[in-house]
């Protein structure tokens, strides 16, 4: 099973861009069963979650980018999205997806994609 994350890019601050994770060889029913998340990770900082979406829709939010950043996700298309909005140059990192279920042996992580924010 493969999470490929696209997306990233260099980006002006204030501006926005929308990253997508999908899975497409994952049976429907596992990834709709699935929570998902987004971290990233800066370079000489730990990896830290950005935002989750569990299975049902229910959205949190690490403090620093609640009211920018929308995570959501369309089963149907195995795909989450985070939409990043007025972004700041301290988001620049690398963004990772991550699903974890009831029928996944454990936690899944995609290759990251490069967010880079210029001031």
């Known amino acids: 099973v493969q999470l490929q994350a696209s997306g990233g890019g260099l980006v002006q601050a204030g501006g926005s861009l929308r990253l997508s994770c999908r899975a497409p060889r994952m049976i429907l029913s596992t990834f709709s069963n699935n929570d998902m998340g987004w971290y990233r990770q800066a370079p000489g900082k730990q990896r830290e979650l950005v935002a989750s979406?569990?299975?049902?829709?229910?959205?949190n939010y690490a403090d620093s980018v609640t009211g920018r950043f929308t995570i959501s996700r369309d089963d149907s298309k195995r795909t989450v999205y985070l939409q990043m909005n007025s972004l700041k140059p301290e988001d620049t990192a690398v963004y990772f997806c991550?699903?974890?279920?009831?029928?996944?042996?454990?936690?899944?992580w995609g290759k990251g994609t490069l967010v880079t924010v210029s001031s």
């Open positions: 979406i569990t299975s049902r829709g229910s959205a």
């Open positions: 991550n699903a974890k279920g009831p029928y996944l042996p454990g936690d899944y």
